[in-house]
Structure formats: C-alpha cells, structure tokens
C-alpha cells in the first residue's frame, strides 16, 4: 500500500518462528477529567518500536486511565494517540493492533481455558475480519479455520507452560495459571502492541517475581512493544527499557531505570524510587 503508516511497523524478531509486525506509539497533549477532577494533564511520550517501557506511580495517578485511552476503552478530552504514526483516536478498540491484559484477569468462568485462549480468534473468524485492520494480512489463513485455531491455542499454551490445563475452567485454576491464561488470550491476537496493566498484582511475592522474568522473556521472543503499567518500582526498575515515573496525572521523568536512580529529575521521583536528592 505504501501508507505513511506501513513504514512504521516493523517485522519482529520472533524465535517461535511465528510473523509478526511491531509498532511504536506517540500520544501527544492527553487531558482527561472525570467531572471535576483533572486526572491526566498534557500528558506525551512516544515509546518506540520494540521497547519495554513501563509506567510507574502510585495508586490514583492515572496510569490505567492512559493505557485505557491508547487501548480506545477510554475517550481523551484533548490530545491524540498514534500508531506506527497513524492517528488512531476515531478506531475502536478492535482495530488499534493492540492486546490488554489487565490485573483481574478477565477470563469468563463458563469457558474452558482453551475456549478463552481461542476467543479473539474465533471472534475474528465470525467478523470475517482476517486481515489486521492496520498492518493488514499478517494473520495466515490458517490460523482462521477452525483447525488452525485449535493448533494456535495449543502452541500458545504450550509456550505458557498452560498445555495441560486447557480443559479446566478459570475457576480450578491458581492465580498464576490464570494470569498465564489471560496472557495466552492476548498473545493469540498476534498485536503489534502489548499493553499490561498491573498484571501481577494479584499474585503472592515468589510467584510475582517468577512472572516478572516469563514477561520479560516473552518479550523478548516477540519482540513488540510493551506498556507494562505498575506502581512496584523493582518490577518497573528490572523489566523496562525505560520507565515514565507518573505522579499526579503528569509524567515526571523517562529515562532508563539506572538513570531514574541515579539521576531522578526533581525531589517528586527521588521519593518515590527511592533514591537520594
Ligand atoms: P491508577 O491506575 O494510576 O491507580 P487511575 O487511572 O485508575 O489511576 O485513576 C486516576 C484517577 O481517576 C483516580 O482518582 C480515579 O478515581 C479516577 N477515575 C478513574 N476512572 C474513573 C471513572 N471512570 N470515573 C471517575 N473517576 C475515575
Ligand atoms: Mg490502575
């Protein structure tokens, strides 16, 4: 198509063997209030493609309010959001390339683990929608048949570590297996873009810290970008490439995690890392 915003997708890097196209992102001047309160100011960044980028801050500062406007489930008052430099603020959710995992799993209790990892597929199947609305044809026929589907949770699952649990329901499942499962629901969407919202909240310390290293691998295997929201500064410290310290609906500083120690930009982030000034 030769489209301004092809040229900003890139191919993956994926040991798995599996194609797949990454994304930067820009939001640029977001302002968001809920009635009277101003809950993000002028907040921009641009995350590039391939990157770990966490946001970090405390509990109320509007990190899941941000990830919510880039993921379209969330309207911004005033500014803009982009894609692999394309404008996405008038997509739906569907179309913007990107996956979600949120804190409280999200798995419908009714559906076997296998028929919750194959959701998004089947739900693409019934839409006919078998090329990615931006990037387009990055999803081989195969993975729409009902056979294809089926070989695709199995290859998710066995990647997760989850194969021998398709069968349970989320409700026989431990903390961890289910936030794996919620993961698999989001990777099975092949997105350019992978955002994560406190996904190991829920977990106890030993098994955080365990995911805190599966995340990171998968990252690494897929090779797309991450927003990975958290207000744990040693999970945004050992994961990211770089993090955005939050505080109050602004970003405060972004850089590399020895950088932010090292260097934090005003006495706000030193407090909240830790770290003298
Ligand atoms: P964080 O994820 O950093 O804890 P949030 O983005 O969830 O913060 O929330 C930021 C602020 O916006 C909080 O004060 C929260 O109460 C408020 N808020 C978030 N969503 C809504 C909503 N739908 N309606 C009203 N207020 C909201
Ligand atoms: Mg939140």
């Known amino acids: 198509q030769g489209s ?3 040229q900003n997708y890139s191919l993956a890097r994926r040991r798995d063997g599996s194609a797949g196209m990454t994304a930067g992102l820009t939001f640029n001047g977001i302002n968001k209030s809920f009635g009277g309160a101003h809950v993000l100011r002028q907040v921009s960044l641009d995350v590039a493609s391939g990157e770990f980028l966490s946001l970090l801050g405390p509990s109320g500062c509007g990190k899941s309010t941000l990830l919510r406007i880039i993921a379209g489930l ?13 404008r996405v603020d ?11 995992v949120f804190q409280s799993y999200a798995l419908y209790p009714h ?3 296998a028929d919750n990892i194959a959701l998004p597929l089947r739900m693409r199947r019934l839409s006919g929608m078998q090329r990615l609305p931006l990037v387009g044809g990055l999803l081989p026929g195969s993975r729409t048949t009902q056979a294809g589907i089926a070989k695709e949770v199995t290859r998710t699952a066995r990647a997760l570590g989850i194969e021998s649990l398709l069968a349970r329901k989320p ?5 961890g297996q289910r936030q794996r499962v919620a993961v698999g629901r989001a990777m099975v969407r092949n997105p350019a873009i992978f955002l994560m919202d406190e996904p190991l909240s829920n977990l106890d310390a030993k098994l955080r810290v365990q995911m805190r ?9 897929l090779g ?5 929201v958290t207000h744990d500064q040693t999970e945004a410290m050992t994961m990211s490439d770089r993090v955005a ?5 602004e970003i405060l500083q972004v850089d590399a995690p020895q950088v932010i120690y090292a260097d934090p930009a005003n006495r706000k982030v030193a407090e909240f890392v830790g770290s003298p000034k």
């Open 4 to 6: 301004r915003y092809a």
């Open 74 to 86: 969330e309207r911004q008052d005033a500014g803009t959001v982009a894609i692999g430099g394309r």
């Open 90 to 100: 008038d997509l739906r959710p569907k179309q913007r390339d990107i996956a979600m």
């Open 111 to 113: 559906m076997s683990v």
């Open 171 to 175: 409700g026989q499942l431990s903390g």
């Open 213 to 221: 290293a599966e995340i990171k691998e998968l990252h690494r295997r």
């Open 224 to 228: 797309v970008t991450f927003i990975y």
């Open 245 to 249: 310290v939050m505080a109050e609906g």
